[in-house]
Each structure stands twice: as structure tokens, then as C-alpha cells.
């Protein structure tokens, strides 16, 4: 694996005339390439470190897979340097990814659906009947969740400079929690997590993510099954659209005792 953090120094200045040199440490940002039987599919910027379930993750959001034995193999490619090309090799019964979803340009750590061919090809056909998922939440429940996350995230105690994404069961306990300087790449890694232990669909599970909630996260949550995304942020005007689509529960502001909940209100219990 790649290195998460690095050392730079920097001029630290004050408006009190305070002047001083120091070292900052700095989260990684690295490409990585993903292919699919050796043909290059996109290139995404990441920080190193759960790569595997990251390409993984990617995969189930774009349909490509759906369950841990459509992937035969993830490896880094022989020919490249620093762990920075992925291969993958699916089963037999997996159709190859659409010629219409590959990126012709490298995909930033800010957007996970910006680099995509057309507009069309963000309408996937979401696998799981969401609406039909019966879990049930307690606003204490959902209030603690920012907190839990905060307590793990262990870069970006560090470097200040790290988004997260977590898994938590119906009583808030977490499941897994994934850090990267890209929102989209941290909810990958989460869903890749949990799709290589054969967990999908995430029934009855709360997707919580530290900044907005927006289309392409609630799209990723929804080709998920999770029922629940909370964001301590705003969510899109889109991102509310999909969820109520999909019969998703969409918390956003989680913030202290607040909250607002713009979708699903039937499942956040007194």
C-alpha cells in the first residue's frame, strides 16, 4: 500500500507578526487506474489504502457487480509503479463493462460522475427494493452517529484534510469506516467492504458521510440497498429527488441534537 500521509514544510504566519517554519502533514492524493481485463476503464484520484474494495465499491454503483463472486481477481498490475493500476477480472457470468461507461479523462477526488461518457448512463437500474426495507431509527440513535465517526477517522486527526464514510447498524454500532480525500472514493470503499464479504444488499444499515449528501453518493448508497444516508451537510435538491425515488430515508444537518429529515420521515421513530 501507498503511502496515506507526507511531510511538507510550510510558513505558518499570523496577523500578530508570528513567523515560523514547520513541517504539516499532508494527505496523500494519488491516481489510480482501474482496469478490467487488462482494457483501462477510468482513472480516479484517491488516497492510497482499501484499494480493492474502493475499485469494488466503484463497480457495484456502476451495475457492473453486484455480489463478491461476480470478482475472480483484484491485483495491482506488474507493470506499474507505486500500486497505482488496479486489474480486475470478473467471473465469467459478468458481462463486461459498457464501452459507454468508460471516463476519457481523469475522474477528481471531488466528483465521482462528472467524467462520465453521458448523462444517460447515470440511470441505473437500481437492483434492491429499498421502500420495502422495514428498519426503524430513534432520533438518539441518528445524533450519535457524527461523533462515532469522528472518534475514527484517524488521518484526518492528522491532516485535517480527509472525508469519511461509515457503515452503522440500526443501534449505531459501526460496521466499517473508509477515509480518502474524495467523498465518492470513501463511500466506495465502504460498499466495496462490504460487497467482497458478501453483505450487499445492506438491509436495515445507515450510510453516514462527514460533508453533503449528494446525487452520487445517494445513487451509490441506493445501488447499495441502504436504506439510510445521513450527512452532517446539506443534501442536493437531486440528491432528495433519487431518494425519495427510491424510497430511501435522507437525514441531512446531523448536527448536535438536530437534524433534518427530507425523505423516509416513517422510519425515524420518537
Known sequence: MGRITVRKPVLRLSTAGVRGRRP???????????????????????????????????LAAEGVIARADDLVALRYCADATEQNTLDVVLADHVPPPDPGMTRAFTTTSACGVCGKSSIEALRVDRPYDIAADPVALTPKVLARLPERLREAQRVFDRTGGLHAAALFDATGEPLAVREDVGRHNAVDKVVGWALRAGLLPLTGRILMVSGRASFELTQKAAQAGIPVLAAVSAPSSLAVDLAEDAGMTLVGFLRGETMNVYTGAHRVTA
Open 24 to 58: 504539516d502533514t499532508l494527505a496523500v492524493e494519488e491516481p489510480l487506474e482501474i482496469r478490467v481485463a487488462g482494457r483501462p476503464l477510468t482513472i480516479t484520484m484517491r488516497t492510497p489504502g482499501d484499494d480493492f474494495d474502493l475499485v469494488a465499491g466503484f
